[in-house]
């Protein structure tokens, strides 16, 4: 009588078989029915590994050239080429909707109606010019200038103080934050 494996019932050759064709072939059948099971729950494991750990929409970054598509699995494309990143913020018109872009890497100030030169000239020597940029929000800056005897400003007892509407624009000048680059990719399939 013929005995079989325990776990996948393959017929085992007697001690009288030399070969036997058929079953050769029977157990060949339950083999590539085994392994085949297993290459489908293997696709199946991965399937899931890669949607959990890595879902449609996440947005992943490597500081060197690892492209997802080869190396992760799943269809991904690069994600905000050239731009730095904003988080969400619903409160906030500039930053309340997701893929939202905007910004420069360069910009120019016109200096029309929205500021203007402070003056004040004091007495004494030495004297004090000051320059300082107002009415603009969230930007300041002064300027101190100070000269001695024989520098054209006549001695006062009191400051005075002179508006002086600027025109034109600043020209065009760099306003990128510090960076540093890398790759953001975002699965899409």
Same mark, same amino acid.
């Given at each position: ?63 060197? +050239? ?7 699995? @799943?269809?991904?494309? !690069?994600?905000?080429?050239? &731009? =730095? $990143? %904003? ?27 929205? +500021? ?7 007495? @004494?020597?030495?004297? !004090?010019?000051?320059?300082? &940029? =107002? $009415? %603009? ?53």
């Amino acid at each position: 009588m013929a005995e079989y494996t325990e776990k996948l019932n393959l017929k085992k050759p007697s001690p009288e078989d030399f070969y036997n064709i058929a079953d050769f072939n029977a157990n060949a059948d339950i083999l590539e029915q085994e392994i085949s099971s297993i290459k489908e729950w293997i696709t199946a494991f991965k399937t899931w590994d890669l949607n959990n750990k890595y879902p449609v929409g996440i947005v992943i970054e490597f500081g060197n +050239g690892i492209d997802p598509n080869e190396s992760i699995g @799943g269809t991904w494309e !690069v994600f905000g080429p050239g &731009r =730095t $990143s %904003v988080c969400y913020d619903p409160d906030d018109p500039d930053f309340d909707e997701l893929g939202k872009t905007g910004g420069s890497k360069t910009a120019s100030y016109p200096l029309g109606n929205e +500021g203007y030169a402070k003056m004040d000239v004091q007495s @004494g020597s030495p004297f !004090v010019w000051e320059y300082a &940029r =107002t $009415s %603009v929000p969230n930007y300041s800056t002064t300027i101190k200038v100070t000269g001695g005897s024989g520098s054209g400003v006549s001695d006062n007892a009191t400051s005075k103080n002179r508006g002086v509407p600027l025109g034109g624009s600043t020209g065009a000048g760099d306003n990128m934050q510090p960076y540093i680059v890398s790759l953001k990719w975002i699965r899409v399939a």
